[in-house]
Structures are given as structure tokens and as C-alpha cells.
């Protein structure tokens, strides 16, 4: 099964911004919704930002006004823009695609799950 590839994590102190990416070849952006996850050790893997294939957001009530999730269908990439980062963030990011916003949190997902990429916000 297709999986995406991640990146743009690394370690930040609190405050600090970091801009995540998400790529997957062979597979039409654009008509699918896209979002981002993150999960701790141990901890169920959560939803945080959402965009439809319409390009409406829609975001978890911790990240509202710090994060902000945009695709650019031409170059298949899907990013999260973190801002005023907090160490509550730290957590390794996912992202998926789905046929639908419903889908995305609730299955089936159009990828296997990737490796991810490590955010970690010190304190």
C-alpha cells in the first residue's frame, strides 16, 4: 500500500515555528481531503488539522490559531505551518488522505502509515 513521506521536524524551543511536509507519488491531491496526526509513545494517534479537497480547514481546539494546514496539489505536497510552539506539541507528525473529511478520522485512509517526523519543543 502507498505510503507518504514526512518531514521538516526537529527539535525547537518553545515559541518557535516549524513548517511539516507531505508528499506521496502516484496519487491525485487534489481530489482528496489531506490531514496531519500526531501521536506519543504509547498514546492514541490524534487528528489535529484537516483541509478538504475544497481547501476548508479545519483544526484540533489545542493548535487553532497556531497551526495552519495548506496543499499545493501541483507539486502533491501537503504542509503544516506550526507557529508559537509549545512543548505539549513535542509528538512524532503523520499525515493521510482520504476520499472525504469523515473518512480521515474514521477509516479507510488512502495510505498506510508512514514513518513520520519527529517534533520535539523544549520547554
Known amino acids: 500500500q502507498r505510503q507518504p513521506v514526512e518531514s521538516g ?7 518557535g515555528s516549524l513548517r511539516l511536509s507531505c508528499t ?3 496519487f491525485t491531491f487534489s481530489q482528496n481531503a489531506m490531514a ?16 478538504a479537497s475544497d481547501g476548508s480547514t479545519n483544526y484540533e ?8 494546514i495548506s496543499r499545493d496539489n501541483a507539486k502533491n505536497t501537503v504542509y503544516l505551518q506550526m507557529n508559537g510552539l509549545k512543548p505539549e ?3 512524532a507528525y503523520y499525515c ?3 476520499s472525504s473529511t469523515y473518512r480521515l ?11 513520520g517526523t519527529q517534533v520535539t519543543v523544549s520547554s
Do not use: E, H
Open 89 to 91: 506539541d513535542t509528538a
Open 36 to 51: 496531519w496526526y500526531r501521536q506519543n509513545p504509547g498514546k492514541q494517534r490524534n487528528l489535529v488539522a484537516s483541509i
Open 96 to 98: 493521510n488522505a482520504a
Open 24 to 26: 506521496a507519488s502516484g
Open 61 to 68: 481546539d489545542s493548535v487553532k490559531g497556531r497551526f495552519t
Open 9 to 15: 521536524g526537529g527539535l525547537v524551543q518553545a515559541g
Open 105 to 115: 478520522r474514521f477509516g479507510p485512509r488512502a495510505w498506510s502509515w508512514g514513518q
